[in-house]
């Protein structure tokens, strides 16, 4: 009897000690995607901001401090890399945001506002982009080379999002050359990223099929 009893208390401390574990775990994530969060916001305002007030930098003073923000992006990018890994729901969450970010530090995408909407999945965000493109082109408001740069930058996101694009979108990418390229430096988010997100998988199909 005295000894199913210890046996039941044992069972009983190691449930709590595995609950109170889980428990720690989860609001260990839930800190990390909110520091993930606050710092990708805080990046993406920044680069945002400078190209809003580009007119008062002199041109040394834009390109010095422009760098400066990508080289925040590309540590940042570096500490995303090492945080999701192993993490499934977090490389689900936030595998977009580091393609967007490949996006910024690359400088395949010169558009700030394009990255952010990238970044925080808002395809709906980045239709409505293209149409105000769209109207301006129209009206003469900005030239045809603004219009296809940010033109392809808009359709590789929604792309890379799995949004579906429209046979015309499609075949306004492939008649644009830079628009592989594009596609090619946003492939490439980093050996470590590929690594962890191919490592999380397999984890994730061994769990479900042990």
Excluded: C, W
Excluded at 98 to 126: C, G, N
């Amino acid at each position: 009897g005295i000894n199913a009893e210890y046996m039941g208390t044992v069972k009983r401390i190691i449930e709590v000690h595995i609950l109170v574990m889980a428990t720690r775990g989860k609001h260990e994530t839930e800190l990390l995607r909110q520091n993930i969060n606050d710092q990708l916001n805080r990046l993406l305002t920044q680069l945002e901001d400078l190209e809003e007030l580009k007119d008062e930098f002199d041109e040394g003073e834009y390109e010095e401090t422009k760098q400066e923000t990508l080289e925040q992006l590309r540590e940042f990018q570096a500490f995303l890399d090492r945080s999701i890994g192993g993490d499934f729901t977090l490389v689900d969450e936030f595998g977009v945001a580091q393609l967007a970010i490949q996006a910024a530090v690359s400088e395949a995408f010169k558009t700030p506002e394009v990255i952010r909407m990238f970044a925080q999945k808002q395809p709906d965000q980045l239709r409505q982009k293209l149409a105000q493109l769209q109207r301006d082109l129209k009206i003469k408001q900005i030239g045809r080379d603004q219009f296809n740069r940010q033109a392809i930058e808009i359709l590789v996101a929604l792309k890379k999002m799995g949004s579906q694009l429209s046979l015309e979108e499609k075949t306004f990418l492939e008649s644009m050359s830079s628009s592989a390229q594009l596609e090619s430096a946003v492939d490439n988010v980093g050996e470590s990223t590929a690594l962890n997100m191919a490592s999380t998988v397999g984890a994730q199909v061994r769990r479900v099929s042990s």
